[in-house]
Nanobody, 127 residues
Framework: QVQVVESGGGLVQPGGSLRLSCRVS????????MGWFRQAPGKEREGVSC????????YDGVSVKGRFVISRDNKQNMLYLHMNDLTEDETAIYYC????????????????????WGQGTQVNVTS
C-alpha cells in the first residue's frame, strides 16, 4: 500500500521561508517523478513544482519560479519543497503526489498526471 505523508506546514510571516517534507512508502521511490501542489480556499488545486525520478530535471510553476526549490533524497524516500519570500495569497493546503509511470518533467504540473496523494499540510502566511 502506497503511503504519502506531508509535514512541515505552519504559520509564517509574509516574506518568510518554510520547508515542507514528504515521505513516501510502498513503492520504489526512485522510479517515480514527484510533484507539489497547493489548494487555497475556494480555488482549484494548482501545480507548484515537479521533479524527475532521478532528480536531474525540475519544473517550477511561473508563480513560484526563483523562490521555491523542489528536491528529493532517493535514499531516504523523501521529497522536499523549500519555499522562500512567501506571500499571503500563498496560504493553502500543500500536497505531495506521486506521478504516474512514464511522466515526463518539462511543462505545467497537472493533477491528472499524479496518482498517489498525501493528505496535505496547511501553510498559513499572515502577519
Amino acid at each position: 500500500q502506497v503511503q504519502v505523508v506531508e509535514s512541515g506546514g505552519g504559520l509564517v510571516q509574509p516574506g518568510g521561508s518554510l520547508r515542507l517534507s514528504c515521505r513516501v512508502s510502498g513503492l520504489r521511490f526512485e522510479d517515480y517523478a514527484m510533484g507539489w501542489f497547493r489548494q487555497a480556499p475556494g480555488k482549484e488545486r494548482e501545480g507548484v513544482s515537479c521533479i524527475s525520478a532521478s532528480g536531474h530535471s525540475v519544473y517550477d510553476g511561473v508563480s513560484v519560479k526563483g523562490r521555491f526549490v523542489i528536491s528529493r533524497d532517493n535514499k531516504q524516500n523523501m521529497l522536499y519543497l523549500h519555499m522562500n519570500d512567501l506571500t499571503e495569497d500563498e496560504t493553502a493546503i500543500y500536497y505531495c503526489a506521486v506521478a504516474v509511470p512514464g511522466y515526463g518533467v518539462g511543462g505545467p504540473v497537472a493533477p491528472d498526471h499524479f496518482g498517489h496523494w498525501g493528505q496535505g499540510t496547511q501553510v498559513n502566511v499572515t502577519s
